[in-house]
């Protein structure tokens, strides 16, 4: 008797042990259970820690609860200016109702992917190329609002989206590197324009100064000079403005002008004198 009593017992306990093996549950930290009993959906979602189900009856399935990183593939497709591009994509997004997110969808990764994709689509049709490369920020909560509006009903919500690469043909890099060239080109020659107009204007504030004070030529010169001798030249190639050769003549023509040339009188013709005797004296003289 007492042998069939310790064996019952060690049978309930076996049975018992199996039960709360089958059972027995434990869910993580980051998870949420949801309880299915006999195909019907439990109210009541399971929060972490131990918990236990009808074995046979309950189905347990889990739901991860963290910040999922979805990888868009690259999508091709033409913008609205008419360039072909290639465009990916990342896309952040968390399980805010598991319940939900396992009945209503029966993937809850896989249509978000699709669902990000077709987005993606859709959003380098209508932006121009000049968005896609500058406006990157818009775009992504233009994304982030297309991909939203339709995983809410999914008990998904959308933490964000980034476009992580534009991708162009070599034609287009080309001309967007030609276009870069001549932008720069164009800068520097503005630039260069400008300088050349303030150089002009202090060249003629200098030339105005140099007219009042001649003597500064011979500075402005002898500077000249000495800046083409520093460099060790054989040949010394020296101007000589026509200002200086200018200043000199008037120089040279001042002392002229102060003293007066003397007036050269003509010389007198001596005219011959005729002698008005006669007779023996006037015959000798003419023998003279």
Do not use: C
């Not at 889990?62 to 072909?84: C, F, H, S, W, Y």
């Not at 200098?206 to 030249?233: G, I």
């Not at 006037?282 to 023998?287: F, L, N, P, S, T």
């Amino acid at each position: 008797m007492v042998e069939e009593l310790v064996v019952a017992g060690v049978s309930l306990a076996s049975v018992g042990a199996v039960y709360v093996m089958s059972a027995a549950r434990v869910v993580k930290q980051y998870e949420r259970g949801v309880v299915f009993r006999l195909g019907r959906l439990r109210s009541h979602v399971r929060g972490p820690g131990f918990t236990m189900i009808v074995p046979f009856v309950d189905r347990l399935q889990k739901v991860n609860m963290q910040i999922v990183t979805l990888p868009v593939p690259a999508q091709e497709g033409i913008t609205r200016d008419n360039v072909t591009v290639r465009v990916d994509a990342v896309v952040y997004f968390k399980v805010t109702a598991p319940a939900e997110a396992i009945v209503r969808v029966e993937d809850y990764r896989f249509a978000v992917s699709q669902m990000a994709q077709t987005s993606l689509r859709s959003i380098i049709g209508k932006s121009e190329l000049d968005d896609l490369l500058s406006s990157r920020e818009k775009l992504n909560q233009g994304l982030e609002l297309m991909i939203d509006s339709p995983a809410v009903e999914w008990g998904v919500t959308i933490d964000r989206v980034e476009i992580k690469d534009v991708s162009l043909p070599e034609t287009m890099k080309r001309s967007m590197a030609r276009q870069a060239e001549a932008d720069r080109e164009r800068r520097a020659r503005v630039i260069n324009a400008d300088a050349e107009l303030q150089a002009s204007k202090k060249l003629a504030e200098a030339a105005q100064q140099m007219e009042d004070t001649p003597s500064a030529l011979q500075l402005r010169l002898l500077q000249t000079v000495v800046a083409v001798a520093a460099e060790k030249n054989s040949t010394l190639v020296l101007p000589f403005p026509v200002e200086l050769l200018r200043f000199l003549e008037r120089a040279q023509q001042g002392p002229e002008v102060a003293q007066p040339r003397p007036v050269q009188q003509a010389p007198q013709q001596q005219t011959p004198q005729v002698s008005s005797q006669t007779g023996p004296q006037a015959g000798q003289q003419a023998g003279q």
